[in-house]
């Protein structure tokens, strides 16, 4: 297989209004810069035990059952108080976050408890091949590693169709990348009440439990992949201080 067409890649994506229902992502609008993104099939395989005259089993059944698509965003601001959040918050928004708007002042990301939040269709392209993934929810890590580009890291399940990969022209993106990327460096960190750990690299993970609910009235035999709960948690290794300090 060329390499090359696996790295030919573009990912759009945008909230969608009613869940399931294609928002149609632009390449104007809707495209993330991100790392070759990686689009896998979920499914089971069903034997077929059927009577026969030989000793050959039947073909069985490939069941798709959803899409799990993953890729890696670098983290950004945006360069101004305005009302436009950053545009990686769609993202986190079908992570089980509520985006939050203050006029002018600021743009903020609160954990929600809800089956049933917000979510995204992702077009993902492979050089003229296009994947379209409905009814996206997802988790995500964050790694801090000092001096360096900090990354969110995502993973998207949505529903299973059997037209899901079809042939379009590979789209020109915009991505309207003027702001600067966020370089983890001189940063504050309160552990348990002490302020002067000297620490190199952080990561954070959510742990959103993401699950497929499945629905026989539905064409693909899924109702949904919804979230369940979090399981939140942070790694990091600090240098070690007196037992007075942090036992």
Request: hydrophobic share 40%; aromatic share 8%.
């Amino acid at each position: 297989v060329n390499k090359m067409i696996f790295e030919r890649a573009i990912l759009l994506a945008k909230i969608e209004s009613v869940y399931g229902s294609n928002p149609t992502p632009t390449a104007a609008d809707d495209a993330f810069i991100t790392s070759v993104p990686v689009v896998t099939v979920i499914g089971e395989h069903r034997e077929r035990n059927v009577a026969r005259a030989g000793f050959a089993m039947p073909g069985g059944i490939n069941i798709g059952q959803g899409l799990q698509v993953e890729f890696s965003v670098e983290l950004r601001g945006t360069d101004g108080l305005d009302d436009t959040p950053p545009k990686i918050f769609t993202l986190f928004r079908a992570c089980g976050l509520e985006q939050t708007i203050i006029s002018l002042v600021s743009a903020t990301l609160t954990p929600i408890t809800s089956h049933d939040g917000e979510s995204v269709a992702i077009i993902v392209n492979f050089d003229g091949t296009q994947h379209l993934i409905l009814g996206c929810r997802g988790t995500f890590t964050i790694d801090f590693n000092n001096n360096d580009v900090v990354m969110v890291n995502f993973t998207f399940s949505g529903k299973y169709a059997g037209t899901h990969e079809t042939a379009v022209a590979f789209p020109a993106g915009t991505f309207a990348d003027t702001v600067d990327r966020l370089v983890f460096r001189g940063a504050s960190l309160s552990l348990n009440g002490v302020t002067s750990l000297v620490f190199e690299n952080i990561s954070f993970n959510p742990n959103m439990n993401v699950f497929r609910r499945p629905g026989s009235n539905d064409a693909s035999g899924t109702h949904a992949y919804s979230i369940a709960g979090r399981a939140a948690e942070a790694t990091l290794e600090p240098e070690a201080v007196a037992l007075a300090t942090l036992n």
